[in-house]
């Protein structure tokens, strides 16, 4: 009946198009390029339970998540990913656990005596190790100019803790 309508794109556009999002080479939007400071300190503040510019909370799924599109000019977002996914993990962890002492306290005012410990030991613990994040937050808004924080030198930093 009618002839079919004529589209602008290229051939090479329309073999893309449908592959541009699930490849990593695929060239990001400039507006979602962020610096390793910025991402420290979003890290910083996921790991003390709060959503951030880069990263959310999903109540769905109870789990931290990067925002879509976040990424840095000098990391592939494989790698970049790769070293986001170990602080996504933990501070879900962390969050979780948060969610768990919360839901027992609720849930059971005046817990057997066991329980009541438990719960008291693991809310010492959730608060001390947010506390190191937030004492993280804290030297990295003091830096000096001259050196920026990594999120690689915090990992570190990190796995040197000792907690005794």
């Known amino acids: 009946?009618?002839?079919?309508?004529?589209?602008?794109?290229?051939?090479?556009?329309k073999i893309y198009a449908p592959m541009a999002n699930e490849f990593p080479f695929a060239t990001p939007l400039p507006s979602l390029r962020t610096?390793?400071?910025?991402?420290?300190?979003?890290?910083?503040?996921?790991?003390?339970?709060?959503?951030?510019?880069?990263?959310?909370?999903?109540?769905?799924?109870?789990?931290?998540r990067i925002n879509s599109g976040v990424y840095v000019t000098h990391l592939s977002l494989k790698s970049l990913h790769s070293l986001l996914n170990q602080f996504i993990h933990a501070a879900t962890c962390l969050q979780l656990v948060e969610i768990t002492i919360k839901r027992i306290e609720t849930a059971l005012p005046r817990p057997p005596p066991t329980l009541k410990a438990f719960v008291t030991s693991a809310s010492a613990w959730l608060k001390r190790l947010r506390n190191i994040a937030l004492k993280e937050e804290v030297s990295t808004s003091n830096a000096d100019g001259i050196s920026t924080p990594t999120l690689l030198g915090f990992k570190n930093s990190l796995s040197s803790l000792d907690l005794d």
């Open 1 to 13: 009946m009618g002839a079919e309508p004529h589209h602008s794109r290229s051939l090479i556009n």
């Open 35 to 64: 610096n390793e400071l910025q991402l420290v300190r979003c890290v910083l503040r996921m790991l003390q339970g709060f959503s951030s510019s880069l990263f959310s909370w999903d109540h769905t799924e109870n789990r931290f």
